[in-house]
């Protein structure tokens, strides 16, 4: 009988605990598309209208809705090109200048 009892509450304690388990908090991703959702609902987007800026949203997670983001080797690379053509370099000496930004460390 105590063998019994036992074994009932351990698997009721079991119960409990898997029970909280499968409620975890959201993730990022699902922050961000819960946020994006809420956006596009607020807009009153529907249709095709609605699945781009969702699309756009969920992929720039790091910048406003429509903004394209940058990686930072995109954004490196962006700043060293604007520096050539600052400077007017063309052919071998934008490529030299090009590959020594490049590899430059902030």
């Known amino acids: 009988m105590k063998t019994y009892l036992l074994v009932t509450l351990l698997s009721g304690a079991f119960a409990v605990a898997s029970a909280q388990a499968a409620e975890p908090s959201q993730t990022p991703q699902q922050q961000r598309m819960t946020t994006c959702n809420q956006q596009a609902t607020s807009q009153a987007l529907k249709g095709d209208a609605r699945k781009t800026y969702m699309s756009d949203c969920l992929k720039n997670a790091s910048s406003k809705p429509g903004e394209k983001s940058l990686t ?3 954004q ?3 700043e060293c090109s604007n520096q050539a ?4 370099l063309k052919g071998a000496d934008r490529s030299t200048f090009m590959s020594g930004c490049l ?3 902030e």
Not at 85 to 88: A, D, E, L, N, Y
Request: aromatic share 0%; charged share 40%; net charge positive.
């Open 72 to 74: 930072p080797q995109q």
């Open 76 to 78: 490196r690379m962006r």
């Open 85 to 88: 053509t600052q400077q007017s």
């Open 103 to 105: 590899k430059k460390k």
